[in-house]
């Protein structure tokens, strides 16, 4: 159960972030509705994921990391380096926690909406890519992952794991583990490698 309108979401999310980040939110919202509908998931549902899914945003590193001590949420040495990792799982628990939300793939979604995960739902895959193709955005790569993400999320979420290691590299970050990891799973899917590797 989400237990907000879009109205009193939106609200929270504008209190909450800077208005740029706002903007952001309201664009991932709707081209997730635009991607649910087209997917044949619950566009409404889509759209709540895409407001909310940046929630701990505005949380500093520091506070990032004590939430996630505190909560078991920490999964990888990697995220105490660069806690911003951490806004997505440490977003689904305060949402719980502080909207009282229990909308399991809603939250599943707001989760891994940064790192993505060996287990994704249509609607985890959306946000994920949503988030990457937010009008307000501007990247090379950005047109072909529309394309990709009009006719095959996992297609789209090869090639948008591709682009996030390709700029992680060219930036000199860190890389989680769970990125390669989970490009690899949809890249063996798709190429019917994982029968074999099981």
Do not use: W
């Not at 939106?10 to 991932?28: D, T």
């Not at 040495?77 to 399991?104: N, Q, S, T």
């Not at 193709?133 to 009009?150: F, S």
């Amino acid at each position: 159960m989400i237990g907000l309108t879009p109205e009193q979401a939106e609200k929270e999310i504008k209190n909450r972030l800077s208005p740029r980040r706002y903007e952001h939110s309201l664009g991932v919202a709707r081209v997730a509705r635009e991607m649910a509908e087209r997917f044949g998931t619950d566009p409404f549902q889509a759209y709540m994921a895409g407001i909310l899914h940046d929630y701990a945003k505005g949380i500093s590193g520091a506070e990032l990391l004590a939430i996630a001590v505190r909560n078991g949420l920490l999964t990888d040495e990697v995220e105490k380096l660069v806690p911003d990792l951490l806004h997505a799982p440490v977003g689904a628990f305060l949402l719980r926690e502080r909207l009282g939300i229990e909308d399991e793939e809603l939250l599943s979604a707001v989760a891994k909406h940064t790192l993505g995960d060996l287990e994704m739902t249509v609607l985890d895959k959306i946000i994920f890519l949503a988030d990457m193709l937010e009008p307000g955005r501007d990247y090379p790569g950005m047109e072909r992952l529309k394309c990709l993400a009009e006719r095959d999320l996992d297609r789209a979420m090869v090639y948008g794991l591709d682009l996030t290691l390709r700029y992680c590299l060219e930036q000199g970050r860190l890389i989680h583990p769970r990125t390669v990891k989970v490009r690899n799973r949809f890249l063996r899917a798709l190429r019917g490698l994982d029968s074999m590797v099981e």
